[in-house]
């Protein structure tokens, strides 16, 4: 087990993907996150490398709760959950998400981002409100693993990344932070962290899947917006495709015509 000062999350977060072999599911939760900071060709590398890869992305939204004097007098306790979505914060979220997800070429029909969606879903997005942990984990999960049903199967931990960095700028540039990086070789902090991290994962999928929550609308508008990024992404490889296409034939026509001469 190693404790990290000096270099940065998304540079730990690489090493941890060109060591995984036969883990299928990283597992990205923070309650801040910037994708401009996180090394995305690495995770898309990593994620279309198998078939049976998993990513699931876990960030916080985090507007001030209200309070009540009444309830407080009533019964003492006074903290009342986020009722609407903070609309700067959200749209803060989307686009700090963005950058992550704009390399990633695939169909949108393969990588069906909601979580209310087909079991086929290969990456997974979940918005919680007051979500503050933070953690970068390789897993090995069953390769049928859905969030579509709303409960999580066991999994085993096979490395992990935790403590105070978030993906975000001042984290990466100038913040004193202090990580703790559990190694393939720590066997026995990576049996709680199976346990532990299942539970984490499992908190967010349940306000993100609450009916009416904050969690579950910011849940769907983040979904919509990457959906609608991977559809221009498809969108602009298949304009590529084509202009190659056109390109080579043309090529190929005045080489032949070439030759006809």
């Known amino acids: 087990m190693d404790y990290l000062v000096e270099k940065s999350l998304s540079a730990y977060v690489v090493e941890m993907l060109s060591s995984s072999s036969d883990d299928n599911c990283l597992v990205l939760a923070y309650g801040y996150f910037d994708g401009r900071q996180f090394p995305a060709k ?9 078939a049976d890869r998993h990513l699931v992305l876990i960030a916080g939204i985090h507007g001030k709760p209200g309070y009540s004097a009444y309830a407080a007098a009533s019964d003492g306790d006074g903290f009342m959950p986020m009722t609407t979505v903070p609309e700067d914060e959200l749209s803060d979220l989307i686009k700090n998400l963005t950058p992550m997800f704009t390399p990633c070429e695939w169909p949108i029909e393969t990588i069906d981002l909601s979580y209310k969606s087909s079991p086929s879903s290969r990456i997974h997005v ?6 503050h942990a933070k953690l970068a984990m390789t897993a090995r999960v069953d390769s049928a693993f859905s969030l579509f049903t709303g409960t999580l199967p066991s999994w085993v931990a096979t490395e992990a990344l935790s403590g105070s960095s978030n993906f975000t700028y001042p984290a990466h540039s100038y913040n004193i932070e202090f990580d703790m990086h559990v190694r393939r070789s720590d066997t026995a902090a990576l049996v709680a962290l199976s346990s532990a991290g299942r539970r984490l994962v499992k908190l967010a999928l349940d306000r993100a899947t609450t009916p009416g929550s904050v969690s579950e ?3 769907d508008r983040v979904i919509d917006a990457l959906s609608d990024l991977l559809d221009a992404n498809e969108n602009a490889r298949i304009e590529r495709s084509q202009r190659k296409a056109n390109a080579d034939y043309a090529a190929m026509r005045k080489e032949a015509d070439a030759d006809l001469d």
């Open 217 to 219: 609308t910011a849940t």
């Open 42 to 50: 690495a995770l898309w590398d990593w994620l279309c490398s198998a």
């Open 126 to 131: 979940l918005i919680a409100e007051h979500f």
